[in-house]
């Protein structure tokens, strides 16, 4: 792992220059989402089964996956998986319920009415990664959060394997509630949920991560339909003092490097001492990794421990960098909450392990990216649901506001808005 | 007005058509924003200049504001203008006070505390549309939510005119509590807000409406910030029963028509006598209305009634539509209100007319348009708010649940993951 003694600008700047050489061929991939939407829109499953062909190597009679198939996986996956992953769900519902938000009503004057709605979308699609592993945990992050909210139609989509879909991915659609599964991936899955065709009737808002042509598919689509966020490759940032443990932070670190090559690994830390000790922690955990050709590629690209001049200064680079995943191995760790101003989640402690947020602990696992967590947030009940005001006024009530909007309304030009006011206390 | 006999499906078609048609020439936008924002990107105020000079035909020194300006036009306004402009000020405060959201914790289990923190955006951009007509209820609008959710930094971007920017918006920005007003419209005001210039700070997220340049820029920036919605034209949908007022609804169907000629005015009724009657009022009341030409044009183009075979139908065809405003001048309105399933801000009964919620009840006026109500909601303080999830196990806790971590790892084949919590319980 590359040591740099930085700052917070210094500590942006690089995290700016990787992404700027990552983004250099986004156009032609841009084009090529582009034709793909456009082609899935025009000819509909003729094209969703051209696509399958070409990308996935498979000729599949249909794409939705049956009930009984579904049935099938659940009974055939071990008992053990199943207890575990219903323990994860009940985490993610305790965690999850207290995001649920009600509608409110006031009565600010004599004959009015005002208020807010909070409604949930009516169909959902979740888009659940297949590629070099199955995420079954996928299935009940961007899953359960809609549940909750009360969308009636969550259809998943999710590439199809050659024997399949996954087994452990179905039994999760079954034990989250998902209502339609299609094996169906890439970008003709995100095209076939925004427009629609034969098969799969479209949605209202399409979530979960994916590969860069997945990312692209659904920022073109947005407005169409709405999304969650643009997610890019995963990243933990490990804020760390001399206290810290090597080995607990080199696996953690390795944790999020054995995604993908692209993964960001990085610590910030006061200690050079500590920052030698998990680049040798690193390298001894890595040869007895079995993704470790994946981690090593990620740490060798990206890996970084940025030695900082103080805490302060520590906390200003985590800032500038925006992690998705932030651990904080200092002692003292929720003390130190206050200084964090972005952050996707946050592992306050030796013993909060990124994994077991991944898995269990209950908040969401889909978050955002790329410094992303400056403006955009995790996966959350929000997300699946819409807002409507409403307000009812009597003529008694107009007639006290009245002069106010027709007078508004006339400065800005607006004669027709006056009038609207205006005619209600006029003769016929 | 167009009369036609149709259900829930025809009306989406209709509607479905014209979007098809309005979108044919988008290509061209999309290419001509895309370069545009490159050049911003590359160039910074030299772009903004050269644009400025293009587009604005001004030849401007700087694009800040400066605070004597802001100071010199709130005190040029009429006193009647401020006093409007606050009663407005109250009633959206008090509205929008009722979104605000506080941080959660819960301790579900010994040894764990989880939460989520509900915080800020840091920095936001505000687009106010210069163009046919200036909106300082505009500035109110986007502005006051991101107040109360405490955004630290507002930055206001506005189209100058050839005497500056308008001194009602400049005395509207010092009302809401902008901190930096921009004379830089279009294209180039979105590039500047998403990327930053010299003399332009970036932002977290652009909020506002704009034309259809605007609206693409947004769309093209969205990742590299947030941003509220994509916007269309205005639309309003009024259903009513033979009782409704026809005056008062050709008024209301007027006060959006003049917005544009690309404006949707919507009729949906059970009854051809009041359609009929409307179509009739908007004629007389059009002869003597200043926006006429604009008016004319969208209901020439656009303006219909939809005439439905029963009122369960016609709220049908209103949830085909997911309306940005809806009126309902229904005998006993509040009672349909669980009919409505898609509508950005509703109005119940004959004197909640449209332009009361555009100026002073209370709820915002930047809405979702062109069916997207379905999922996106009106401006809102969540909006300028993003959360971040955090964790903290004690070794005891994470003793209890290690070994389902550690178990849906290895399932998925993330060994890493499981590795990173089994470290944690090995002798070193």
């Known amino acids: ?33 582009s034709e793909m939407i456009a082609t899935v829109r025009a000819d509909g499953d003729t094209a969703l089964h051209a696509y399958t062909e070409q990308f996935d190597g498979l000729t599949l009679p249909r794409f939705r996956v049956a009930q009984t198939e579904i049935d099938a996986a659940y009974a055939a996956v071990e008992p053990a998986f199943i207890t575990a992953l219903e323990h994860a769900q009940r985490n993610i519902v305790s ?14 004057a004599s004959g009015i009415i005002r208020g807010q709605l909070i409604r949930p979308l009516e169909a959902v699609g979740v888009y659940v990664p297949g590629g070099t592993a199955a995420y079954p945990s996928s299935v009940l992050m961007n899953v359960i959060p809609a549940k909750i909210a009360g969308v009636p139609r969550i259809a998943m989509v999710t590439p199809p394997g050659k024997t399949g879909v996954n087994r452990y991915i179905l039994a999760a659609a079954k034990i989250a509630g ?5 094996a169906l991936g890439g970008v003709q899955a995100i095209a076939a949920l925004a427009y629609g065709t034969e098969s799969v009737p479209a949605v209202d808002k399409i979530v979960g991560p994916g590969n860069m042509y997945v990312a692209t598919a659904k920022k073109q689509v947005y407005g169409q339909v709405s999304i969650d966020m643009i997610a890019g490759p995963s990243e ?35 200690s050079e001492t500590l920052a030698t000790a998990v680049t040798a922690e690193i390298e001894r955990q890595l040869i007895t990794l079995p993704r470790a050709a994946i ?40 003390e130190y909450l206050p200084l ?21 602990a209950g908040p969401n696992h889909v978050l955002p990216t790329s410094g992303t967590a400056r403006f955009f947030s995790g996966l959350n009940v929000d997300d699946f649901c819409k807002k409507s005001a409403y307000i009812s006024y009597t003529k008694e009530a107009l007639a006290r506001d009245k002069d106010d909007v027709i007078y508004l309304a006339t400065k800005e030009g607006l004669d027709a808005h006056a009038r609207a006011i205006a005619i209600r206390f006029e003769e016929e």
């Open 236 to 270: 933990i940032v490990v804020i760390a003092d001399e206290q810290a443990n090597p080995r607990y932070i080199a696996a953690d670190l390795l944790s999020q490097a054995e995604h993908d090559v692209r993964s960001r690994a990085l610590l910030v830390t006061t």
């Open 340 to 360: 964090i101003k972005h952050a996707g989640s946050i592992f306050l402690g030796a013993y909060a392990s990124e994994p077991l947020g991944d898995y269990l």
């Open 95 to 108: 965690y999850h319920e207290q995001q649920k938000r009600t509608s409110f009503m006031d009565t600010p």
């Open 1 to 33: 792992m590359k040591q740099i003694q930085t700052n917070a600008s210094g500590a942006k700047q690089l995290l700016a220059d990787w992404e700027t050489a990552e983004t250099a061929d986004i156009e032609a991939i841009e084009r090529q989402v």
């Open 295 to 334: 981690a090593k590629a990620a740490i060798d690209s990206y890996g970084t421990a940025f030695i900082a001049s103080s805490l302060t200064e520590a906390f200003a680079i985590v800032n500038a960098i925006a992690p998705e995943h932030l651990e904080v191995q200092v002692e003292g760790a929720f």
């Open 178 to 182: 998902v209502d339609e599964v299609y």
